[in-house]
Structures are given as C-alpha cells and as structure tokens.
C-alpha cells in the first residue's frame, strides 16, 4: 500500500502523521512518500531528523490516537520529482510549490514506478492513522479490482465528532457539502457510497487501474476541487467505497487556512480565493448548467462579508470568482 503525503510547511504536524503510519500494525507492507512542496518551515529537515532517531518524536498528550515509538532508524531514500521511489520512505523534494495535485502526482508517479505498490493513498499530513486502519485497508482491497476508496474523517481536536463520511456537490451551485459533518462518532452509520459525489481527497485510495485509466490528479486547481474533480472523471466503472473501521484522524486547514467545522474559524483571503476559484472552473467543466447560480452564490458570499467589515477577505472571493489575479498577499505565498 503506497502513501503519499504532501507537506507544505508541515513540520509543526507531519512527524505524528508518520509516527502514526510506522507504528501501525501493517507498517512493514507500507511504502511512503512525502512530497515536500518547497517548504520554508525546515519539513523535509524535520522528517530526516525523524526517521534517523535524531529527533525523539515526543507524542502530543491531546493525539486522539496511541502512538508508538515507532521502532528508528527508518531508512529514507532521498529523490527528485520523476524518479521512483524506493525502500519505507521516501522523500521528494520539489524545487517549487506546484499546489495540493501537483505534489500528489509526483507522489503517484514515485510509486507507480514500484511495481510491488497495488494501491495508493493520499493521505494529507495534519492526520493521524489508528493502528488498525492500514490493515483494514489492505484487507478490504487486496487481491480485488476497485476504484476510489475512502473511510471516515474525524476531528482531530473533536474525536468524538465526524469530519466528512464523503461528500457532495449541489448542482445548482457548485457548492460541496460533507456528509455526516458534526454528527456524533457514536451511532452514526456510514452513508451509502452510491450517494455520494466524492470522497475527501485527505483520506482516498485509487488502484493502480484507476490511475491507468482515470489518470492523475487535475494540476490546474493548485488546492480544492481536486479530489471532486478527480471523483467527477472516474466513470460508472469505478463505483466510491468507504471502508468501515478504517477511519482517521484529520486536524484540517493547518497549511491553507480553511474555515468550519469542528473548529469555529473563518476561511482566510487565501483558502477564499482558491474556493471560489476552482468551484467556478470545477462547474465550466462538470456542471455547466451550475454556472449562473455558482456566480450569483460567490457574489452573495462577498457581499455577506464586505457587510461583516471584511474587505480583504470579500475582495479575494471576487478575484477567485472572476479568475482575476490573485490579491498580492496570496500571490506572494504560491510564488
């Protein structure tokens, strides 16, 4: 089972994430990549740190999940964008910060040069993963065709609260909703994947002939609508699944700055703009018929905050709205 872990300025998370993965109870049948997308935070330095013992992992006393030690040194082969992976973990260190897809593909393509890697996780790095979840995933998948697989999310800070069973997209609006968000752990069934639109792109596995066929992740988003795009391309060849008793834990938002939630805050300029973007291009693409009603939300959705006495954070919804250069801020960050 490859993993792929894309990491942004993620040093302050991605060393549990990983603690998480090597402890499991499947960890010797994981090979995992982390993409590091031109981080300033020292992430890729952090990680090496990590797999050669150098820097004791010290467990978070508030982590939803029992973590190792996982057993050190893990060795780590160092590798540029193109090249395959090799061994437990391997680091990609890209020279640019090519967004969310763009690092998910350098990742696919390291493993997919692998020909003993069977199925591929993207998994986002603020997660932390049970120890059964992994085996769960290998039991349910191996040795079976499939397409795109997901389990359940949940809060990180809120263990006792579902994140996302998988999603939805409205289709007068573009607008995508989580199903099961803020409902109880305790009680709440999974959904029917039939009914879903997507799966969150922080917690999905495709095989190996869904990529042959579907192909990579779309690059042109830089963050959001991925996944949904991806999921909107698959056909009715590749049904989504989600995998009961294979949950994670996700954190959400520590490199982008979204909103909602388990956690009250409210979207940033930077995850604004990109929304609302990529939901625009998402429906000229998928959702035609979308278009005059996804406008009209995003204008309504400036407006809503231009009255909360927040210019910053309305005008970065315009500009992603209309595809108009983003503010100077945003662009200084994506350089």
């Not at 680091?91 to 897809?101: D, I, K, M, Q, T």
């Not at 065709?145 to 809120?158: A, N, P, W």
């Not at 595809?323 to 801020?329: Q, Y």
């Amino acid at each position: 089972l490859g993993v792929v872990l894309v990491a942004f300025n993620s040093a302050g998370v991605i060393l549990e994430c990983l603690e998480s993965l090597f402890g499991a109870d499947a960890a010797e049948r994981l090979a995992v990549v982390v993409v590091d997308n031109a981080s300033s935070d020292g992430t890729a330095e952090r990680v090496l740190g990590w797999a050669s013992g150098a820097e004791p992992f010290a467990a978070n006393p508030a982590c939803p999940v029992p973590l190792g030690p996982a057993p050190k040194p893990i060795a780590v082969t160092e590798r540029g964008p193109g090249e395959a992976a090799a061994g437990p973990l391997t680091l990609v260190r890209s020279p640019v910060n090519g967004g969310f897809a763009y690092g998910v593909n350098r990742g696919l393509e390291a493993l997919k040069a692998r020909g003993d890697v069977f199925a591929f996780w993207v998994l986002n790095p603020d997660s932390v993963v049970p120890p059964h979840t992994p085996a769960r995933y290998l039991a349910a998948l191996e040795g079976r065709e499939f397409g795109m697989v997901s389990s359940r999310c949940i809060y990180y800070e809120r263990p006792d609260m579902v994140q996302t069973d998988g999603g939805l997209v409205d289709r007068r609006t573009g607008v995508c909703s989580a199903a099961n968000i803020g409902k109880p752990v305790a009680g709440t069934p999974l959904p029917d994947p039939a009914g879903l639109d997507f799966v969150t792109g922080a917690n999905t596995i495709v095989s190996r002939r869904f990529l042959d066929e579907v192909g990579l992740m779309p690059e042109e988003y830089f963050l959001y609508y991925e996944e949904v795009d991806w999921a909107f391309r698959r056909g009715a060849r590749y049904p989504l699944e989600l995998v009961d008793g294979a949950e994670i834990y996700h954190h959400g938002g520590t490199s982008i700055g979204s909103g909602g939630g388990g956690v009250k805050r409210r979207a940033t300029p930077f995850a604004n703009y990109f929304n609302h973007r990529n939901r625009l291009r998402f429906v000229a693409r998928h959702l035609p018929g979308a278009r005059v009603g996804a406008l009209g939300y995003s204008v309504a959705k400036a407006a809503q905050l231009g009255l909360k006495r927040a210019p910053d954070e309305a005008w970065s919804i315009l500009a992603g709205t209309f595809d108009l250069a983003p503010p100077a801020d945003i662009a200084a960050r994506i350089k």
